[in-house]
């Protein structure tokens, strides 16, 4: 597990930048909120992710689309945009009826939208919180191929957002979240490096 006082750092980053560039945010949830949607899923989130739901925002800040919110009221409508997270979990944990070989890894939770289906997802279950990128785009017949590492940790996940320099980030396009580094704008990001054989290995069929 990393260190917490790093943590702290860059929550207050976050924090910071979701109340100058993200208001009108919603309300943190409660600890009793967590616990349904921990309850929910059936595992606890990764610290870090708890926190963000816990001390930011339910949901609605970071890059792109921001941040699903957390779970929904019972008759509340899920959206592509804004999910809910625990929704969004159990709607791809469950069988496909059309595709047999479809399958979603344990323990990994989708957090946003990139749009086009690409998804931003956690893996609750490893220390780090490691991000990966579900891009079901270009898959054939193994959805094992849909799955890249996009950063090691969720802390540096967030560093990488808040500086703009992701995979994701266009110094050119207009980018509400992000503050971009100049000496870093000309740098290309590296290749995101697949994660199909531990995908496959939790996915649980």
Same mark, same amino acid.
């Given at each position: 597990?990393? =260190? ?15 109340? @100058? ?36 925002? =339910? ?56 749009? $086009?289906?690409?998804?931003? $997802?956690? =893996? $609750? ?33 967030? @560093? ?11 110094p050119d396009a207009e980018d509400?979240?992000? =503050?971009?580094?100049?000496? @870093? ?21």
């Open positions: 597990m990393e =260190d917490p006082p790093r943590h702290d750092d860059i929550m207050a980053l976050v924090t910071a930048r979701a109340k @100058e560039r993200c208001a009108p945010l919603q309300p943190p949830v409660s600890e009793g909120e967590l616990a349904a949607a921990e309850k929910g899923l059936g595992f606890p989130l990764h610290p870090l992710l708890a926190r963000l739901y816990r001390e930011v925002a =339910d949901g609605g800040f970071g890059p792109e689309y921001g941040l699903f919110r957390l779970s929904t009221s019972a008759g509340s409508r899920v959206s592509e945009t804004a999910g809910p997270l625990t929704a969004a979990y159990r709607d791809r944990r469950a069988p496909d009826p059309g595709d047999d070989g479809w399958f979603w890894p344990e323990g990994v939770v989708p957090i946003m939208t990139w749009g $086009c289906g690409m998804l931003a $997802c956690v =893996d $609750c279950r490893s220390p780090q919180g490691t991000v990966l990128l579900f891009e079901p785009n270009p898959v054939g017949d193994d959805w094992a191929d849909a799955w890249f590492v996009d950063s090691n940790s969720l802390a540096s996940w967030l @560093e990488t957002s808040l500086n703009g320099t992701g995979w994701y980030s266009d509400d979240w992000a =503050d971009f580094d100049a000496a @870093e704008d000309t740098a290309a990001p590296e290749a995101l490096r697949r994660w199909g054989a531990q995908a496959r290995a939790r996915s649980g069929s």
